[in-house]
T-cell receptor, first 112, second 113 residues
């Protein structure tokens, strides 16, 4: 049973490009969280999804950021028109029912 | 608004010292409290606490929950340089009729030889 898989591990984008971060939850897990972590800071909640449903997106910036978790396939965090301030580590965690989450290794996004 | 607060934000100690990290919470429909350790990669799970007053131990680490005080502590005895990390507290709550995990900002622990 593979753990939570995130890809890519590292992503470099120029300002204005789009970034797509993928998260495949553990087998049998139907809930996914996305968190952002800036250097030397703690995790900040972004969005909480169930398959085909956004449960809580209170931590998502109002513009340029979106997330989905389709019935088939990984959860995607999409950042349009990236800016330098989007550079961070993005962690995904999956859960069988919404608690006791298991984390992926993260995607480190660098915007140049 | 649901929140989880950790203190101190940062801690610097020498090897062999004992440290106590605090986590307090105000959430809707508390279900459990979790501690994670994060080094330069993904957080790794340490403890899950659901019952008040029952200590959980793993080697030099231990943790206990106080539901009356809405808080938990994580103790690390005889610290080693390998204990240097972010320690994250998360609370599983049920604010929207579905479970949600709310993280504190973490405590950064640095252990020097």
């Amino acid at each position: 049973n593979a753990g939570v898989m995130q890809n890519p591990r590292h992503l470099v984008r120029r300002r204005g490009q789009e970034a797509r971060l993928r998260c495949s939850p553990m087998k049998g897990h139907s809930h996914v969280y996305w968190y952002r972590q800036l250097p030397e800071e703690g995790l900040k909640f972004m969005v909480y999804l169930q398959k085909e449903n956004i449960i809580d997106e209170s931590g998502m910036p109002k513009e340029r950021f979106s997330a989905e978790f389709p019935k088939e396939g990984p959860s995607i965090l999409r950042i349009q028109q990236v800016v330098r301030g989007d550079s961070a580590a993005y962690f995904c965690a999956s859960s069988p029912r919404g608690g006791g989450a298991f984390f992926g290794q993260g995607t480190r996004l660098t915007v140049v | 608004e649901d929140k989880v607060v950790q203190s101190p934000l940062s801690l610097v100690v020498h090897e062999g010292d004992t440290v106590t990290l605090n986590c307090s919470y105000e959430v809707t429909n508390f279900r459990s409290l979790l501690w994670y350790k994060q080094e330069k990669k993904a957080p790794t799970f340490l403890f899950m606490l659901t019952s008040s007053g029952i200590e959980k131990k793993s080697g030099r680490l231990s943790s206990i929950l106080d539901k009356k005080e809405l808080s938990s502590i994580l103790n690390i005895t005889a610290t080693q340089t390998g204990d240097s990390a972010f320690y994250l507290c998360a609370v599983e709550a049920r604010p929207y009729n579905t479970d949600k995990l709310i993280f504190g900002t973490g405590t950064r622990l640095q252990v020097f030889p």
